[in-house]
């Protein structure tokens, strides 16, 4: 089975920190996602890899950025936490065949206060 | 208006029942159509995985694609409490990759004794 480990469930933090969120997937997968998931709004692409030190923007990359080094890794960075990114955010992997579909993570809960 | 159109429910239902939850879409690429469970603060998981018109089965569950109307569903037969989650819609264009996979903003399922 496809395994998506995101390192914290919840996270609590203040109005401009920065802010690292981890993700680890374990089955080579090229591809790699961050997403955010807002009632009524659903998933929105924040950013998205297709390789080690490759990052494409997605949707909404405003006050994000990537950092993915190690192939199995993928890093989602708030350069400078805002209330308005209080979200839950989902990491994803997936092969990079087109139409290859994504696995996620259980998600973190991050509440910007 | 939204390129993938869900209600969000609440659908509530009997033990038993026969499910039928829906999407229509408005971009007559979308080939490759998705649906995806999530349970209460968790990720979501893949469920079914169609190219295509027409129908699939795996278990209780079939999907059903009709490219024609624009419309895709997925039924659940003898549903259980087990089945009560969020179910989430997703298509990729015929060309596309991955990082233009379109959701469905969801629908909540509750299946009661």
């Known amino acids: 089975d496809v395994k998506v480990t995101q390192s914290s469930r919840y996270l609590v933090k203040r109005t401009g920190e920065k802010v690292f969120l981890e993700c680890v997937q374990d089955?080579?997968?090229?591809?790699m996602f961050w997403y955010r998931q807002d009632p009524g709004l659903g998933l929105r692409l924040i950013y998205f890899?297709?390789?080690?030190?490759?990052?494409e923007k997605g949707d909404i990359p405003e006050g994000y950025s990537v950092s993915r080094e190690k192939k199995e890794r993928f890093s989602l960075i708030l350069e400078s936490a805002s209330t308005n990114q209080t979200s839950m955010y989902l990491c994803a992997s997936s092969f990079r065949r087109n139409n290859s579909p994504l696995h996620f993570g259980n998600g973190t809960r991050l509440t910007v206060t | 208006q939204k390129e993938v159109e869900q209600d969000p429910g609440p659908l509530s239902v009997p033990e038993g029942a026969i499910v039928s939850l829906n999407c229509t879409y408005s971009?007559?690429?979308?080939?490759?159509f998705m649906w995806y469970r999530q349970y209460s603060r968790k990720g979501p998981e893949l469920l079914m995985y169609?190219?295509?018109?027409g129908n699939k089965e795996d278990g209780r569950f079939t999907a059903q694609v009709d490219k024609s109307s624009k419309y895709i569903s997925l039924f659940i037969r003898d549903s259980q409490p087990s089945d009560s989650a969020t179910y989430l819609c997703?298509?990729?264009?015929?060309?596309?990759?991955?990082?233009?996979?379109?959701f469905g903003t969801g629908t909540r399922l509750q299946v009661t004794l």
């Open positions: 997703a298509m990729i264009p015929g060309t596309g990759t991955a990082s233009k996979l379109t």
């Open positions: 169609t190219y295509s018109s």
């Open positions: 971009n007559s690429a979308f080939q490759y």
């Open positions: 890899s297709y390789d080690v030190k490759m990052k």
């Open positions: 089955m080579d997968h090229e591809n």
